[in-house]
RNA sequence: GGGGGUGUAGCUCAGUUGGUUAGAGCGAUCGCCUGUCACGCGAUAGGUCGAGGGUUCGAGUCCCUUCACUCCCGCCA
């Protein structure tokens, strides 16, 4: 037998009462009634309840002991009175009754307790990782992400995949994130960059001949975290395929996360089949290009509603008149919703830095009618023509916000979700999946009006090649695809680009050179002259995967060891300084700053 | 780089209009307790109120500066 345990804390039932057993692990709980004493022993496994009394010469030392010592226990399994039963764990029909007791490994004054429900300052629990782990909640979040990787990757097999590995230390790409960099100490003054996502390689890959390719991948970027950003580095369930369109990549996408999503959570999946969006459409419905599906309110344009002669919403009709838009969103039904829930939203708008949301009730007694601060503007003829064009009813509210179109769909799509909160309109009980398609290959740059990359500069643009207008390249589609569930950006990917002359064609109107791009991309270039198969891709985003699966809102919960939000490891102290001789190695000396 | 929130005992938090000796729960230490499972009861210890400066007879509380954590904007092909 093992010297540590014969069985773990989630093994023992009522049939093994009458057993000598040795089990090991952390003391969760005491409960010192004085002449008995009750500890919750647990593992990674579960919690068995241990029970001594005073006549055990051990009684004093357990009694003395901290919670969260590990302690080998050998012992009895008993039956536990009727009364007595502990629903609460797998092992509480049974306990164990100690008969001796060894300290494997002491334990210091908690900086937090293991054993409680509460939250912590993050700055604690970063710093104490390895106890916070031990904490249920958190625990199981990591021990589902361990399965839900395993689980993918058994899938991405079968479906015939081939899992390799790609460099850590690669090359700096203009495009982009911000790299990290590590300086070459063979190559004085070159320096590596950690990969933003290997999409490079794998591109090589597929020109390679190996058909299929996947890879759990860790991708570096640095750049500021947010909630669901953890700082420096995430992993991306990283695909490739070779003779594939946009449904090929589409089909073995969502197959996989409708599989992994029904296999680890309970909640239902709006639409199997992944309802298409294009870009624009987004961003006028949704005012967003992440749309939340879940939200049922839709966004309109009615900015031709403020040329009309019976509208006297002169403000509004002002600012139309000089180039802006005016947007709305229809809210059903709530003519009966009180004042305060439309100026807690106008008031809300204002502290969003929007000028505010005008709104209105429709209502018919005699005539069609408008009610509200501005509803007096508008004809009945007016808000017939709104209701046209945007479904609305009589007793429906409208919401309006009036700007250029970068302020709109900002506001409005921060609007739909604060609107569709406060009127409990949101299933949290669901996953809305969509693709967002039809990125445009280019974007104007707002400061310095140049044309940028919006995207990925290795797409496919849309259309017969020969008949491309770059004349007018901000009109130019790509093969260029989102996934995103409940509002949450899970992964992009492409059609890629595998025709060389096309590709210097797209780089030369973002403004690099052929021989730029010759060096900067000179493995992807030049193997693309060689035989490249038409191939695509996607990069879905395996932390956020799984945080929807656990329903946390923080990367962190299901991050094992995440640096805080100024990239820092609390726990390994990282990163640190290092010593001189490391630096002239490497030929690098640093300015402090100011 | 910018904006918001938070910072009081080991942990989670309360602290009124600026007013006597800064409190509670958990944890720790000591004592009591034979069926708990958030066991119960009693006692004790534990504080640079993030730091620095200012206003004031008097500052945890007001003002200024600064630091840390966090959320958001910028950034994230």
């Known amino acids: 037998m093992n010297k540590y345990r014969s069985h773990n804390c989630n093994d023992l039932r009522i049939k ?25 022993l647990r593992d990674n496994y579960g919690i068995t309840q241990c029970i001594i009394d005073k006549e055990n010469p051990n009684f004093s030392l357990i009694e003395k002991m901290q919670l969260e010592t590990v302690v080998s226990i050998d012992g009895k399994v008993v039956n536990r009175s009727k009364e007595t039963i502990n629903k609460e764990i797998n092992t509480g029909e049974v306990e164990v009754s100690i008969e001796n007791l060894k300290v494997l490994g002491k334990c210091k004054e908690l900086p937090l307790p293991v054993f409680s ?35 993918i990757r058994n899938e991405m097999k079968r479906k015939g995949f081939l899992e390799f590995q790609t460099p850590i230390l690669t090359s700096s790409s203009p495009e982009g994130a911000r790299d990290f960099l590590v300086p070459s100490r063979l190559n004085p003054g070159k320096f590596y960059a950690l990969p933003q996502a290997p999409q490079q390689f794998k591109q090589l890959i597929m020109v390679s001949g190996f058909d299929k390719y996947f890879q759990i991948a860790p991708c570096f970027r640095d750049e ?12 991306q369930l990283d695909l490739e395929m070779s003779f594939v369109e946009q449904e090929d990549v589409f089909k073995v996408v969502e197959d996989l996360m409708v599989s992994t999503f029904m296999k680890f959570s309970n909640k239902k999946i709006m639409s199997k089949k992944f309802p298409r969006i294009t870009y624009s459409e987004s ?9 939340d599906l879940r939200n049922p309110l839709l966004i309109n344009d009615i900015t031709k509603i403020f040329l009309r002669d019976d509208v ?31 100026d807690n939203i106008d008031k809300w708008a204002k502290e969003q830095g929007a000028s505010g949301l005008a709104y209105f009730t429709i209502e018919k007694e005699k005539n069609i009618t408008a009610k509200g601060p501005v509803g007096k503007f508008f004809s009945e003829e007016s808000l017939k023509e709104i209701m046209k064009i945007t479904d609305a009813e009589i007793g429906d509210s409208i919401f309006l916000s009036c700007g ?8 409005t799509s921060l609007a739909r979700d604060k609107i569709a909160r406060d009127l409990g309109l949101i299933d949290e009980d669901s996953f809305a999946f969509c693709w967002v398609v039809d990125y445009p290959m280019f974007e104007e740059n ?26 007018k390249p901000l009109d130019i589609l790509a093969y260029q695809y989102d996934i995103v569930c409940n509002g949450i950006e ?13 590709m210097y064609k797209l780089f030369s109107i973002a403004g690099y050179s052929k021989e730029k791009v010759d060096q900067k991309f000179s493995g992807m270039i030049n193997a693309l002259s060689y035989g490249a198969p038409p191939h695509g891709g996607i990069a879905p985003g395996i932390d956020r995967i799984v945080m929807l699966l656990a329903n946390e809102k923080n990367i962190r919960e299901v991050t094992m060891f995440p640096m805080n939000q100024n990239a820092q490891d609390l726990m390994m102290n990282a990163p640190s300084e290092v010593n001189e001789n490391q630096l002239k190695e490497l030929g690098l000396s640093y300015k402090t700053k100011k």
């Open 16 to 40: 093994d009462v009458g057993k000598k057993v040795l089990l090991s692990g952390w003391i969760n709980k005491k409960r010192d009634h004085g002449n008995i004493l009750f500890i919750d």
């Open 117 to 151: 429900d509460q939250e912590y300052a993050e700055e604690i629990r970063l710093k104490y990782r390895f106890l916070d782990l031990r904490r249920k909640k958190i625990h199981e979040n990591i021990i589902l992400r361990s399965e839900v990787i395993s689980f």
């Open 224 to 235: 500021d975290a947010r909630s669901d950003r953890s700082p420096g580095e995430f992993y």
């Open 283 to 291: 961003l006028l419905k949704y005012g967003s290009d992440k749309p």
């Open 312 to 342: 006297s919403f002169e403000i509004f009709k002002k600012l139309v008149k000089n180039g802006s838009s005016v947007r709305c969103i229809v809210t059903k039904k709530t003519h009966n919703m009180p004042r305060s829930f439309f």
């Open 404 to 411: 250029n179109k970068k302020e709109l769909e900002n506001i």
């Open 446 to 471: 707002s400061e310095s009006k140049k044309i940028e990359f919006s995207h990925n500069p290795f797409s496919m643009p849309q259309g017969e090649i020969d008949k491309i207008n770059f004349q």
């Open 490 to 502: 899970l992964s992009s990917g492409a059609i890629r680009n595998h025709i060389p002359e096309l």
